[in-house]
């Protein structure tokens, strides 16, 4: 899984103008909204490591688990 800048900028865009709006036209849970949000910006440092570290599994990890040769290349 490979993500590149552009879709990466785009969706934090959409998430940051979804919270905007939500705060905007929703001023009742404007403080439970504000608890979110700091809630949401401790979490998520951990949360793309998990991600990320789950996303850099190989193809040569999947074929070891299923009992194929691996080739490896090298000298």
């Known amino acids: 899984m490979k ?14 103008l979804i919270i905007a709006i939500g705060y905007w036209a929703l001023p009742q849970i404007r403080g439970t909204l504000g608890a979110f949000i700091a ?4 979490l998520i440092c951990p949360l793309s ?3 990320m570290m789950r996303g ?11 009992g194929q040769p691996v080739e490896k290349s090298g000298s």
Do not use: G, P, Y
């Open 3 to 16: 993500c590149n800048i552009k879709t990466m900028v785009t969706i934090a865009l959409a998430l940051a």
């Open 56 to 66: 850099m599994q190989t193809h040569t990890d999947r074929q070891e688990k299923s």
């Open 39 to 42: 809630m949401a910006s401790v």
């Open 49 to 51: 490591m998990l991600f």
